[in-house]
């Protein structure tokens, strides 16, 4: 976006960069795959608004658990355009989370949107920690009811501190908010980082690098 600035009777340009959901211009976009007669709007093709019916803004089966049988003990079931055709541009997507007893879903941060998470089942110990130079860790034990913000972009986590399954619903304010968790971004990407470089970096022993660049590799394929 650009806008004109007149100073000093000279005209100078200024920028602005947006990171969040474009406004859409109309009630809704109804994401299809048939490029036929649709109009590209935001990463989609949508149809005809007059052939919409009540199937395009609805998804059956979230009350489902999730599989947490993993090394993590949890699963992220997201709902978004993908799942909820009539999601398009609309600028919001849903996730249920489940946890196993002492279930993680690890340090991660959502580079398009604020998190907004509701506990409905369990104890759940979460977090998130703000940008340099601060750092500051502001944590909470959340219990049934209990609802909890992760501002957008900044590293945060739910881990499951009971000895019984929880689940957890979140808002977050993009239809694609995109997820980065920070231990396989770091020592699982494909090709893998130097490990010098993260040796100088995170300042570990060489061979504690390697070990973790191995320990995460697998959850690449």
């Known amino acids: 976006m650009k806008f004109i600035i007149i100073w000093r009777n000279e005209i ?19 994401a299809i795959n048939d490029t036929t007669n649709g109009v590209f709007v935001n990463g989609k093709f949508c149809k005809d608004p007059k052939l919409a019916n009540p199937e395009d803004f609805f998804f059956s089966g979230l009350n489902i658990p999730g599989n947490t049988s993993n090394q993590l003990g949890s699963k992220v079931t997201l709902i978004n355009a993908d799942k909820i055709s009539g999601l398009n541009t609309l600028g919001i997507s849903l996730v249920r989370v489940d946890y196993a007893p002492h279930g993680l879903n690890p340090p991660h941060t959502h580079p398009r949107a604020t998190e907004i998470l509701t506990v409905v089942e369990g104890t759940l110990y979460v977090g998130f920690v703000t940008s340099n130079p601060d750092n500051r860790f502001i ?36 239809q694609n908010p995109g997820i980065i968790t920070i231990g396989k971004a770091v020592f ?13 970096a995170i300042q570990l022993d060489k061979n504690i690098v390697n070990q973790l660049q191995s320990l995460f590799w697998p959850l690449n394929n």
Do not use: M, R, W
């Open 12 to 30: 100078v340009f200024s920028t602005l960069a947006s990171a969040s959901d474009p406004s859409h211009l109309q009630d809704f976009c109804i």
């Open 139 to 174: 944590t909470k034990v959340l219990y049934p009811g209990d609802v909890f913000v992760f501002p957008i972009g900044l590293i945060h986590f739910q881990f499951n501190i009971g000895n019984t399954n929880a689940v957890a619903f979140s808002s977050l304010s993009s």
């Open 188 to 200: 699982g990407s494909e090709p893998a980082i130097n490990p010098d470089v993260l040796v100088k």
